[in-house]
Protein backbone atom coordinates (compact mmCIF):
# COMPACT_ATOMS: atom_id res chain seq x y z
CA UNK A 1 0.00 0.00 0.00
CA UNK A 2 2.72 2.48 1.06
CA UNK A 3 4.69 1.80 -2.18
CA UNK A 4 1.36 2.33 -4.25
CA UNK A 5 0.46 5.23 -2.84
CA UNK A 6 4.27 6.78 -3.13
CA UNK A 7 4.25 5.94 -6.77
CA UNK A 8 0.86 7.45 -7.43
CA UNK A 9 1.82 10.92 -5.64
CA UNK A 10 5.56 10.82 -7.75
CA UNK A 11 3.94 9.66 -10.79
CA UNK A 12 0.85 11.76 -11.05
CA UNK A 13 2.36 14.94 -8.93
CA UNK A 14 6.23 15.12 -8.81
CA UNK A 15 6.75 14.01 -12.75
CA UNK A 16 4.97 16.78 -13.88
CA UNK A 17 6.79 19.53 -12.20
CA UNK A 18 10.55 18.08 -11.33
CA UNK A 19 12.33 19.74 -14.05
CA UNK A 20 11.14 23.02 -13.22
CA UNK A 21 11.69 22.05 -9.27
CA UNK A 22 15.18 21.04 -10.35
CA UNK A 23 15.73 24.41 -12.46
CA UNK A 24 14.11 26.85 -9.92
CA UNK A 25 15.90 25.23 -6.91
CA UNK A 26 12.38 25.26 -5.40
CA UNK A 27 10.83 23.40 -2.05
CA UNK A 28 8.19 21.48 -3.14
CA UNK A 29 5.68 23.33 -0.66
CA UNK A 30 2.81 22.11 -2.75
CA UNK A 31 3.87 18.10 -3.09
CA UNK A 32 4.46 18.28 0.83
CA UNK A 33 1.31 19.08 1.21
CA UNK A 34 -0.12 16.07 -1.09
CA UNK A 35 2.43 13.65 0.91
CA UNK A 36 0.68 14.96 4.22
CA UNK A 37 -2.33 14.92 2.90
CA UNK A 38 -2.16 11.15 1.52
CA UNK A 39 -0.54 10.10 5.35
CA UNK A 40 2.53 9.51 4.26
CA UNK A 41 4.48 11.63 6.82
CA UNK A 42 1.95 9.48 9.59
CA UNK A 43 4.16 6.12 8.14
CA UNK A 44 7.08 6.67 10.35
CA UNK A 45 5.66 7.48 13.85
CA UNK A 46 3.78 4.77 16.53
CA UNK A 47 0.26 5.12 16.42
CA UNK A 48 -0.53 6.73 19.86
CA UNK A 49 1.46 9.75 18.94
CA UNK A 50 -1.07 9.77 15.50
CA UNK A 51 1.15 7.88 13.11
CA UNK A 52 0.36 4.09 11.44
CA UNK A 53 3.40 2.83 13.32
CA UNK A 54 5.32 1.75 10.25
CA UNK A 55 9.11 0.75 10.47
CA UNK A 56 12.64 1.39 8.43
CA UNK A 57 10.93 -0.74 5.36
CA UNK A 58 8.08 1.05 5.38
CA UNK A 59 9.82 4.54 4.95
CA UNK A 60 12.18 2.79 2.44
CA UNK A 61 9.94 1.94 0.32
CA UNK A 62 8.32 5.34 0.25
CA UNK A 63 11.92 6.79 -0.44
CA UNK A 64 12.51 4.51 -3.17
CA UNK A 65 9.40 5.13 -5.21
CA UNK A 66 9.93 9.18 -4.27
CA UNK A 67 13.44 8.72 -5.74
CA UNK A 68 12.82 7.32 -8.70
CA UNK A 69 10.90 10.25 -9.82
CA UNK A 70 12.93 13.05 -8.04
CA UNK A 71 15.34 12.32 -5.20
CA UNK A 72 15.39 15.77 -4.12
CA UNK A 73 11.65 16.08 -2.90
CA UNK A 74 12.43 12.31 -1.45
CA UNK A 75 15.14 13.74 0.19
CA UNK A 76 12.92 16.53 1.92
CA UNK A 77 10.49 14.13 3.04
CA UNK A 78 13.37 11.78 4.57
CA UNK A 79 15.09 14.74 6.23
CA UNK A 80 11.62 15.20 8.65
CA UNK A 81 12.20 11.58 9.02
CA UNK A 82 15.80 12.06 9.99
CA UNK A 83 14.85 14.78 12.69
CA UNK A 84 11.94 12.91 14.46
CA UNK A 85 13.87 9.37 14.96
CA UNK A 86 15.93 10.65 18.13
CA UNK A 87 12.67 11.68 19.30
CA UNK A 88 11.27 8.62 18.95
CA UNK A 89 14.27 6.73 20.30
CA UNK A 90 14.95 8.83 23.22
CA UNK A 91 12.10 11.65 23.72
CA UNK A 92 9.87 11.40 27.10
CA UNK A 93 6.63 11.16 26.72
CA UNK A 94 5.49 14.34 26.98
CA UNK A 95 8.09 15.73 24.03
CA UNK A 96 6.68 12.95 22.01
CA UNK A 97 2.75 13.72 22.59
CA UNK A 98 4.30 17.68 22.29
CA UNK A 99 5.77 17.34 18.77
CA UNK A 100 4.79 13.63 17.18
CA UNK A 101 1.60 14.50 16.33
CA UNK A 102 1.99 17.64 14.57
CA UNK A 103 4.83 15.77 12.62
CA UNK A 104 2.37 13.07 11.38
CA UNK A 105 0.42 15.57 10.25
CA UNK A 106 3.05 16.65 7.80
CA UNK A 107 1.82 20.38 8.82
CA UNK A 108 5.47 20.70 10.73
CA UNK A 109 8.64 19.42 9.01
CA UNK A 110 11.58 18.80 10.97
CA UNK A 111 15.49 18.20 10.79
CA UNK A 112 18.94 17.10 12.26
CA UNK A 113 21.61 19.33 12.81
CA UNK A 114 24.96 18.08 13.73
CA UNK A 115 27.33 19.12 10.27
CA UNK A 116 29.21 22.32 11.13
CA UNK A 117 32.40 24.02 8.83
CA UNK A 118 34.59 22.28 11.02
CA UNK A 119 32.85 19.23 11.87
CA UNK A 120 31.59 16.82 8.68
CA UNK A 121 32.90 13.49 8.56
CA UNK A 122 35.13 14.03 11.80
CA UNK A 123 31.46 15.00 14.13
CA UNK A 124 33.42 14.91 17.46
CA UNK A 125 34.72 18.59 16.15
CA UNK A 126 31.87 20.45 16.51
CA UNK A 127 32.18 23.80 18.18
CA UNK A 128 28.83 24.74 18.69
CA UNK A 129 28.06 25.03 22.86
CA UNK A 130 24.58 24.71 24.69
CA UNK A 131 25.87 26.53 28.12
CA UNK A 132 23.57 25.92 30.97
CA UNK A 133 21.27 28.87 32.07
CA UNK A 134 18.77 29.15 34.33
CA UNK A 135 15.92 28.31 32.39
CA UNK A 136 17.67 26.00 30.34
CA UNK A 137 20.70 26.35 27.78
CA UNK A 138 21.88 29.35 25.63
CA UNK A 139 23.29 27.89 22.20
CA UNK A 140 25.70 29.36 20.57
CA UNK A 141 27.60 28.27 16.91
CA UNK A 142 26.64 27.71 13.45
CA UNK A 143 25.64 24.00 11.47
CA UNK A 144 26.03 24.02 7.84
CA UNK A 145 24.31 21.93 4.96
CA UNK A 146 21.50 21.15 6.66
CA UNK A 147 18.41 19.88 4.75
CA UNK A 148 14.94 21.14 5.42
CA UNK A 149 16.74 24.69 6.89
CA UNK A 150 14.62 27.30 7.41
CA UNK A 151 11.41 25.30 5.84
CA UNK A 152 11.70 23.01 8.95
CA UNK A 153 9.48 24.22 12.20
CA UNK A 154 11.48 21.79 14.76
CA UNK A 155 15.08 21.09 14.62
CA UNK A 156 17.37 18.23 16.20
CA UNK A 157 20.21 20.25 17.30
CA UNK A 158 23.65 18.57 18.50
CA UNK A 159 25.80 20.96 21.21
CA UNK A 160 28.43 20.33 23.32
CA UNK A 161 27.55 21.08 26.67
CA UNK A 162 30.47 19.93 28.55
CA UNK A 163 33.47 21.39 25.91
CA UNK A 164 35.98 19.52 28.20
CA UNK A 165 34.35 16.11 27.64
CA UNK A 166 34.54 16.25 23.79
CA UNK A 167 32.65 13.92 22.08
CA UNK A 168 30.68 12.59 25.12
CA UNK A 169 30.38 15.79 26.00
CA UNK A 170 27.55 16.24 23.11
CA UNK A 171 23.91 16.67 23.86
CA UNK A 172 20.87 16.90 21.82
CA UNK A 173 18.26 19.57 21.97
CA UNK A 174 14.99 20.18 20.19
CA UNK A 175 15.10 23.60 19.01
CA UNK A 176 11.70 25.25 17.11
CA UNK A 177 12.10 27.64 14.06
CA UNK A 178 10.82 30.71 16.02
CA UNK A 179 12.94 30.61 19.26
CA UNK A 180 14.78 34.04 19.50
CA UNK A 181 18.39 33.98 18.80
CA UNK A 182 17.52 30.93 16.01
CA UNK A 183 18.31 32.43 12.57
CA UNK A 184 19.23 30.96 9.28
CA UNK A 185 22.28 31.73 6.95
CA UNK A 186 23.20 31.18 3.48
CA UNK A 187 20.81 28.77 1.29
CA UNK A 188 23.17 26.62 -0.30
CA UNK A 189 23.27 26.68 -4.58
CA UNK A 190 23.42 22.79 -5.01
CA UNK A 191 24.81 20.50 -8.23
CA UNK A 192 22.04 17.91 -7.43
CA UNK A 193 18.74 17.29 -5.17
CA UNK A 194 17.82 20.91 -6.03
CA UNK A 195 14.33 20.46 -4.95
CA UNK A 196 15.45 19.98 -1.31
CA UNK A 197 17.03 23.25 0.66
CA UNK A 198 19.78 23.02 2.36
CA UNK A 199 20.90 26.45 4.83
CA UNK A 200 22.94 27.24 7.61
CA UNK A 201 21.40 27.67 10.74
CA UNK A 202 22.69 30.23 13.01
CA UNK A 203 22.07 30.40 16.90
CA UNK A 204 23.06 33.44 19.04
CA UNK A 205 22.90 33.33 22.20
CA UNK A 206 19.49 31.32 21.53
CA UNK A 207 17.63 30.00 24.58
CA UNK A 208 16.31 26.93 25.01
CA UNK A 209 14.38 25.13 27.74
CA UNK A 210 15.81 22.37 29.76
CA UNK A 211 12.99 20.32 28.95
CA UNK A 212 13.90 20.35 25.12
CA UNK A 213 16.82 18.17 25.77
CA UNK A 214 16.22 14.89 23.94
CA UNK A 215 17.60 11.89 26.04
CA UNK A 216 20.35 13.06 29.10
CA UNK A 217 23.24 15.59 28.96
CA UNK A 218 26.19 13.81 27.10
CA UNK A 219 24.04 11.00 25.21
CA UNK A 220 24.56 13.89 22.04
CA UNK A 221 27.10 11.30 20.33
CA UNK A 222 25.48 7.97 21.15
CA UNK A 223 22.22 9.16 20.08
CA UNK A 224 23.54 10.26 16.72
CA UNK A 225 25.56 6.80 15.41
CA UNK A 226 21.81 4.74 16.33
CA UNK A 227 20.38 7.65 14.44
CA UNK A 228 22.55 7.44 11.53
CA UNK A 229 22.39 3.93 11.82
CA UNK A 230 19.22 3.78 11.52
CA UNK A 231 18.74 6.88 8.86
CA UNK A 232 21.37 5.18 6.38
CA UNK A 233 19.02 2.11 4.42
CA UNK A 234 17.19 4.85 3.86
CA UNK A 235 19.93 6.81 1.70
CA UNK A 236 20.33 3.34 0.43
CA UNK A 237 16.54 3.15 -0.58
CA UNK A 238 16.79 7.20 -1.72
CA UNK A 239 20.18 5.42 -4.61
CA UNK A 240 18.05 2.29 -5.34
CA UNK A 241 15.05 4.48 -6.27
CA UNK A 242 17.15 6.67 -8.31
CA UNK A 243 19.09 4.12 -9.83
CA UNK A 244 15.84 1.85 -10.86
CA UNK A 245 14.13 5.34 -12.40
CA UNK A 246 17.85 5.44 -14.56
CA UNK A 247 17.78 1.81 -16.01
CA UNK A 248 13.81 2.38 -16.36
CA UNK A 249 14.55 5.55 -19.12
CA UNK A 250 17.61 3.99 -20.10
CA UNK A 251 15.84 0.46 -21.49
CA UNK A 252 12.97 2.80 -22.78
CA UNK A 253 15.57 5.29 -24.68
CA UNK A 254 17.04 2.24 -26.26
CA UNK A 255 14.43 0.56 -27.23
CA UNK A 256 13.28 3.83 -29.38
CA UNK A 257 16.81 5.12 -30.39
CA UNK A 258 17.39 3.70 -33.99
CA UNK A 259 21.43 3.41 -35.42
CA UNK A 260 22.67 1.07 -38.38
CA UNK A 261 18.64 0.89 -38.81
CA UNK A 262 17.80 -1.21 -35.40
CA UNK A 263 16.85 0.00 -32.14
CA UNK A 264 19.89 0.46 -30.05
CA UNK A 265 18.55 -2.33 -27.61
CA UNK A 266 19.03 -4.74 -30.77
CA UNK A 267 22.88 -4.25 -30.06
CA UNK A 268 24.52 -7.14 -27.54
CA UNK A 269 26.80 -4.22 -26.10
CA UNK A 270 24.28 -2.40 -24.70
CA UNK A 271 21.75 -5.52 -23.90
CA UNK A 272 24.77 -6.43 -21.55
CA UNK A 273 25.28 -2.85 -19.63
CA UNK A 274 21.06 -3.09 -19.35
CA UNK A 275 21.67 -6.37 -17.77
CA UNK A 276 24.47 -5.14 -15.53
CA UNK A 277 22.75 -2.41 -14.38
CA UNK A 278 19.43 -4.41 -14.05
CA UNK A 279 21.38 -6.64 -12.02
CA UNK A 280 23.33 -4.08 -9.99
CA UNK A 281 19.99 -2.19 -9.05
CA UNK A 282 17.99 -5.89 -7.81
CA UNK A 283 21.12 -6.63 -5.27
CA UNK A 284 21.30 -3.36 -3.76
CA UNK A 285 17.24 -3.39 -3.51
CA UNK A 286 17.55 -6.36 -1.49
CA UNK A 287 19.88 -5.69 0.60
CA UNK A 288 18.36 -2.24 1.56
CA UNK A 289 15.16 -4.33 1.90
CA UNK A 290 17.32 -7.11 4.36
CA UNK A 291 19.00 -4.38 6.62
CA UNK A 292 15.34 -2.49 6.99
CA UNK A 293 13.92 -5.82 7.92
CA UNK A 294 16.79 -6.47 10.57
CA UNK A 295 16.23 -3.20 12.03
CA UNK A 296 12.40 -3.59 12.40
CA UNK A 297 13.08 -7.21 13.97
CA UNK A 298 14.66 -4.93 17.14
CA UNK A 299 17.86 -6.15 16.49
CA UNK A 300 20.36 -4.08 18.46
CA UNK A 301 23.26 -3.72 16.19
CA UNK A 302 23.06 -3.42 12.78
CA UNK A 303 26.00 -0.73 12.27
CA UNK A 304 27.59 -2.87 9.69
CA UNK A 305 24.76 -4.18 7.91
CA UNK A 306 23.38 -0.51 7.36
CA UNK A 307 26.73 1.42 6.46
CA UNK A 308 26.96 -2.19 3.53
CA UNK A 309 23.50 -1.21 2.30
CA UNK A 310 24.29 2.47 2.35
CA UNK A 311 27.61 1.79 0.37
CA UNK A 312 26.55 -0.66 -2.20
CA UNK A 313 23.60 0.97 -2.89
CA UNK A 314 24.70 4.82 -3.84
CA UNK A 315 27.75 3.25 -5.25
CA UNK A 316 25.01 1.44 -8.05
CA UNK A 317 23.39 4.69 -8.32
CA UNK A 318 26.12 6.44 -9.60
CA UNK A 319 27.40 3.44 -11.40
CA UNK A 320 24.27 2.69 -13.34
CA UNK A 321 23.26 6.61 -13.47
CA UNK A 322 26.67 6.95 -15.72
CA UNK A 323 25.72 4.20 -17.62
CA UNK A 324 22.26 5.01 -18.22
CA UNK A 325 23.57 8.46 -19.48
CA UNK A 326 25.89 6.11 -22.10
CA UNK A 327 22.83 4.63 -23.20
CA UNK A 328 21.81 8.21 -24.20
CA UNK A 329 24.43 9.02 -25.78
CA UNK A 330 24.81 12.91 -26.34
CA UNK A 331 20.84 13.10 -25.84
CA UNK A 332 21.42 12.48 -22.78
CA UNK A 333 23.64 15.30 -21.89
CA UNK A 334 21.05 17.72 -22.45
CA UNK A 335 18.38 19.16 -20.09
CA UNK A 336 15.47 17.81 -22.53
CA UNK A 337 16.03 14.22 -20.56
CA UNK A 338 16.19 13.54 -16.96
CA UNK A 339 19.54 11.16 -16.91
CA UNK A 340 21.51 14.22 -16.72
CA UNK A 341 19.49 15.37 -13.43
CA UNK A 342 19.72 11.62 -12.08
CA UNK A 343 22.95 11.60 -12.18
CA UNK A 344 23.84 15.08 -10.79
CA UNK A 345 21.44 13.66 -7.98
CA UNK A 346 22.94 10.68 -7.32
CA UNK A 347 26.37 11.53 -6.32
CA UNK A 348 25.25 13.18 -2.89
CA UNK A 349 24.32 9.78 -1.92
CA UNK A 350 28.15 8.65 -1.76
CA UNK A 351 28.97 12.14 0.06
CA UNK A 352 26.30 12.11 3.40
CA UNK A 353 25.37 10.07 6.12
CA UNK A 354 28.85 9.32 6.30
CA UNK A 355 31.16 9.18 2.98
CA UNK A 356 31.64 6.11 1.83
CA UNK A 357 35.38 5.78 2.30
CA UNK A 358 34.52 6.69 6.14
CA UNK A 359 31.62 3.95 6.02
CA UNK A 360 34.16 1.26 4.92
CA UNK A 361 36.57 1.88 7.49
CA UNK A 362 33.54 1.58 9.58
CA UNK A 363 32.76 -1.82 7.99
CA UNK A 364 36.06 -3.28 8.43
CA UNK A 365 36.43 -2.55 12.19
CA UNK A 366 33.42 -4.12 12.64
CA UNK A 367 35.07 -7.19 10.46
CA UNK A 368 38.12 -6.60 12.58
CA UNK A 369 36.36 -7.37 15.86
CA UNK A 370 34.57 -10.11 14.62
CA UNK A 371 35.74 -13.37 16.21
CA UNK A 372 35.97 -16.45 14.49
CA UNK A 373 32.74 -17.05 11.37
CA UNK A 374 28.92 -14.83 11.73
CA UNK A 375 26.37 -16.64 12.52
C1 LIG B 1 23.22 18.32 0.20
C2 LIG B 1 23.69 18.02 1.59
C3 LIG B 1 22.77 17.82 2.61
C4 LIG B 1 23.20 17.58 3.92
N1 LIG B 1 22.28 17.47 4.92
C5 LIG B 1 22.72 17.41 6.21
C6 LIG B 1 21.79 17.46 7.29
O1 LIG B 1 20.57 17.51 7.10
N2 LIG B 1 22.28 17.46 8.57
C7 LIG B 1 23.61 17.40 8.83
O2 LIG B 1 23.99 17.43 10.01
N3 LIG B 1 24.52 17.32 7.81
C8 LIG B 1 24.11 17.34 6.52
N4 LIG B 1 25.02 17.29 5.49
C9 LIG B 1 26.44 17.14 5.79
C10 LIG B 1 27.01 15.80 5.34
O3 LIG B 1 26.59 14.76 6.17
C11 LIG B 1 28.55 15.95 5.26
O4 LIG B 1 28.79 16.75 4.11
C12 LIG B 1 29.25 14.61 5.16
O5 LIG B 1 29.19 13.93 6.38
C13 LIG B 1 30.73 14.75 4.78
O6 LIG B 1 31.35 15.76 5.52
P1 LIG B 1 32.18 16.89 4.75
O7 LIG B 1 31.33 17.41 3.66
O8 LIG B 1 32.66 17.89 5.75
O9 LIG B 1 33.41 16.15 4.11
P2 LIG B 1 34.82 15.89 4.82
O10 LIG B 1 34.65 15.35 6.17
O11 LIG B 1 35.66 17.12 4.65
O12 LIG B 1 35.42 14.73 3.92
C14 LIG B 1 35.83 14.96 2.57
C15 LIG B 1 36.25 13.62 2.02
O13 LIG B 1 37.42 13.16 2.71
C16 LIG B 1 37.38 11.76 2.87
N5 LIG B 1 37.46 11.43 4.30
C17 LIG B 1 37.25 12.24 5.37
N6 LIG B 1 37.45 11.59 6.53
C18 LIG B 1 37.78 10.33 6.20
C19 LIG B 1 38.10 9.16 6.94
N7 LIG B 1 38.14 9.14 8.27
N8 LIG B 1 38.39 8.02 6.26
C20 LIG B 1 38.35 8.00 4.89
N9 LIG B 1 38.06 9.07 4.14
C21 LIG B 1 37.78 10.22 4.77
C22 LIG B 1 36.08 11.27 2.22
O14 LIG B 1 36.32 10.89 0.89
C23 LIG B 1 35.21 12.50 2.22
O15 LIG B 1 34.23 12.45 1.21
C24 LIG B 1 24.59 17.49 4.19
C25 LIG B 1 25.53 17.67 3.14
C26 LIG B 1 25.09 17.93 1.87
C27 LIG B 1 26.13 18.14 0.79
Known sequence: MVKGLARKIAEERILPVRA??????????????????????????????????GGSLELCLAMEELSRICSGVAVSYAASALGVFPLLEYGT??????????????????????????????????????????????INGTKQFITNGGDAE???????????????????FLVEKDTPGFSFGKKEKKMGIR????????????????????GREGMGFILTM???????????????????????????????????????ISI???QHML?????????????????????????????????????????TAMKVTTDAMQ??????YMRDYPIEKMMRDAKITQIYEGANQVLRTAIALELRKRKGMRE
Not at 24 to 30: N, Q
Not at 195 to 214: D, G, K, Q, Y
Open 195 to 214: ASSTRELVFRNCLVPEENMI
Open 268 to 270: QAV
Open 275 to 315: ADMATQVEAARLLVYAVARTIDSGAKNFTEEAAMAKVLASD
Open 20 to 53: ELDEREEFPWDIIKDLADADMFRIFIPEEYEGLG
Open 226 to 264: RLLDRSRPGVGAQAVGLAQGALEAAVDYARKRIQFGHPI
Open 327 to 332: IFGGAG
Open 154 to 172: IYTVIALTAKEKGPRGASA
Open 93 to 138: DEQKRKYLPQLAGGKRLAAFALTETTAGSDASAIKTTAQREKGGYL
